[in-house]
């Protein structure tokens, strides 16, 4: 099993560009995330889903959004990219029951807006 | 609305000695977990609890959720060097079930 994958792993992009992070995951999770890593800041919930063809805010949903048209992938847009998105963007994803919620999470993609 | 927050932000430990850190939330929770990020990583889960006042163990690693489910605690005994990494913890309520919110972590460093 390849458990959580993220597609790009490393991006550099300049102010205004767009681009869209991909997570997939082959452990047919009902919940998908979309979180970011800033230094001193923790994880931050930017979107999530609790399953196919539905998305939902999180703490830090501006600038952003999401797709979920499979179960197995979630996708995150960045339309006009700012230096205030520079950051690690982990996705993760979890059975969400109340006994198992364990999230499982990608790599990361290390992304930097110029 | 929700807020997580950690202490102590940084812990340096000697080898050997034993460290607690502490997970404190503004509402009641539902569940807490907790993960452990190494450095260049990605965060691993390590537990979750979800009863008032459970205890858990994982060896040298004692897991505790308070009674009023607003805080949490990890203590680690008899630290080595592979316990390097900051530690988070993550919780959700009833109003927000499996939406979970991190709290800063508690980045570890361990001194031979």
């Known amino acids: 099993n390849a458990g959580v994958t993220q597609t790009p792993k490393f991006r550099v992009l300049k102010t205004g560009q767009s681009m869209t992070l991909l997570c997939a995951q082959d452990m047919n999770h009902e919940y998908m995330y979309w979180y970011r890593q800033d230094p001193g800041m923790g994880l931050r919930l930017i979107h999530y889903s609790v399953g196919e063809g539905t998305t939902a805010k999180g703490e830090v949903p501006d600038g952003y959004n999401v797709s979920r048209l499979k179960k197995q992938n979630f996708l995150l847009g960045l339309e006009s990219a700012a230096p205030s998105q520079t950051s690690v963007y982990f996705c993760a994803s979890s059975y969400a029951t109340r006994n198992t919620g364990e999230l499982f999470f990608g790599e990361g993609s290390r992304l930097t807006v110029l | ?112």
């Open chain 2, 1 to 112: 609305g929700q807020q997580v927050m950690q202490i102590p932000q940084y812990q340096h430990v000697q080898e050997g000695e034993d460290f607690t850190t502490y997970c404190n939330s503004s509402t009641t929770l539902s569940n807490i977990q907790w993960y452990k990020q190494r450095p260049g990583g990605h965060p691993v889960f390590l537990i979750q609890l979800v009863k008032s006042g459970e205890v858990k163990k994982q060896k040298r690693l004692t897991f505790q959720f308070g009674e009023a489910k607003k805080n949490s605690s990890l203590h680690i005994t008899a630290t080595q060097t592979t316990d390097v990494g900051t530690y988070f913890c993550a919780g959700d309520t009833t109003d927000s079930w499996g939406k979970f919110q991190f709290g800063a972590g508690t980045q570890v460093v361990v001194t031979p």
